[in-house]
T-cell receptor, first 111, second 113 residues
């Protein structure tokens, strides 16, 4: 079965710093989704990537999917306290309607 | 406003009791999902449904049951057979066509003592 591994598990950065979170799949991805979660709340959709080499940006967050479609990165530029939370990647490996999720990366941003 | 609602936000039950978690969506989505989230772990799929009156087991269905009598509603029952029911439960929905992201509800935190 497919697994998603996220790294790092936890990240603490100073406000204004850039950071990158990675999501690696054991199998080729048909779709890769990035979500953000505040503790004790639901998931908020950030971006979806489907094509190899695809890159999308929203405000200060950029997500990329590699050409082989097995690894994705989420990059935050000039981090702010509002970026704090848990970032989860979800993937659809067999073009089904089921997603599997990584274990998440907990981001803390201090002033 | 369109969205997914889950109620209640917090739920407390005694061991041995069944409990039903509510999930309603007004997004006209065909598919609905139930996930469980434990500390330090990602989301694990319990059950999902792509059409009314039909549903499939996910990866951790044992001790849970669902129904899908209406398109907008997908309640989850945590039975006494579930060994470790204390967790954060998330409901989601998505359209089947075109492929799109899953929309999540705010979650229900269930504590069983």
């Amino acid at each position: 079965s497919q697994e998603l591994e996220q790294s790092p598990q936890s990240l603490i950065v100073q406000e204004g710093k850039n950071l990158t979170i990675n999501c690696t799949s054991s199998k080729t991805l048909y779709g890769l989704y990035w979500y953000k979660q505040k503790y004790g709340e639901g998931l908020i959709f950030l971006m979806m990537l489907q094509k190899g080499g695809e890159e999308k940006s929203h405000e200060k967050i950029t997500a990329k999917l590699d050409e082989k479609k097995q690894q994705s990165s989420l990059h935050i530029t000039a981090s702010q306290p509002s970026h704090a939370g848990i970032y989860l990647c979800g993937a659809d490996s067999h073009n089904t309607d089921k997603l599997i999720f990584g274990t998440g990366t907990r981001l803390q941003v201090f002033p | 406003d369109g969205g997914i609602t889950q109620s209640p936000k917090y739920l407390f039950r005694k061991e041995g009791q069944n409990v039903t978690l509510s999930c309603e969506q007004n997004l006209n989505h065909d598919a609905m999902y139930w996930y469980r989230q434990d500390p330090g772990q990602g989301l694990r799929l319990i059950y999902y449904s792509q059409i009314v009156n039909d549903f499939q087991k996910g990866d951790i269905a044992e001790g849970y049951s669902v129904s899908r009598e209406k398109k907008e509603s997908f309640p989850l029952t945590v039975t006494s057979a579930q060994k470790n029911p204390t967790a954060f439960y998330l409901c989601a929905s998505s359209p089947l066509t075109p492929r799109d992201e899953q929309y999540f509800g705010p979650g229900t935190r269930l504590t069983v003592t």
